[in-house]
């Protein structure tokens, strides 16, 4: 699990859970340090003049702490970039910490509800070896995860079904909502699930679909 200063209690113990019942070797993995270091290198070497001050005007901040909507994304983006180097780092060099040979495979996590709205980052989760979910709509993906909570043995999916999909990628503010996909992106996983089944069944167009 790739937590950052940003991720959620709740968020780590379902990753935790679900990791003990299917058996997987799990690992868990603060990437505060990579983020730091990206925004310390931006620092020193775009916003601090030669005689060393910084323009503390252009320092990166989220919206929640005075900044812009394209500093804020900045700061959100890294924590995905950064998640999806640190996979691949992982993928080499795991089996070797464990003294064994080989390597392993970086799965993509983007589902093509994200994709078709373009709610993803570029290099984070949408990148990776195979996308077992690339295809699949969200919808699809939690009726999925309902069934194998049952039939398979895996009770954590049925509480991942009803946790709110949210990116985790903003500090939490007291008093104000959290961070929620559906809320990101304007629309509902529901109104993709019909876009994505209009164009692909119907060959509807953007506009064909209003």
């Known amino acids: 699990y790739l937590a950052s200063k940003n991720s959620g209690q709740t968020t780590r113990d379902l990753a935790e859970r679900i990791a003990h019942q ?15 270091a990206v925004e310390e290198a931006f620092t020193d070497y775009v916003i601090t003049d030669d005689d060393g001050k910084v323009d503390e005007d252009l320092r990166p901040k989220y919206l929640s702490q005075g900044g812009t909507r394209t500093t804020d994304l900045a700061l959100q983006n890294i924590q995905a970039r950064s998640r999806m180097v640190m996979s691949f780092m992982l993928a080499q060099l795991l089996p070797h910490a464990r003294r064994r040979g ?30 077992p979910i690339g295809s699949i709509s969200k919808g699809d993906l939690k009726s999925f995860l309902v069934w194998a909570s049952t039939n398979l043995g895996y009770p954590a999916l049925a509480e991942i079904v009803q946790a709110p999909p949210t990116a985790e990628l903003r ?5 104000e909502p959290a961070q929620l996909d559906e809320v990101d992106m304007g629309m509902t996983y529901n109104e993709l699930g019909w876009f994505g089944r209009l164009r692909k069944m119907e060959r509807c167009g953007p506009v064909q679909m209003f």
């Open 22 to 36: 299917v058996g997987s070797y799990h690992k868990f993995v603060m990437i505060d340090k990579i983020c730091d």
């Open 102 to 131: 080989g390597y392993l495979l970086v799965l993509s996590t983007g589902n093509v509800d994200e994709a078709l709205r373009g709610y993803l980052t570029k290099y984070d989760c949408s990148s990776g070896d195979i996308n």
């Open 171 to 175: 500090p939490t503010v007291e008093g």
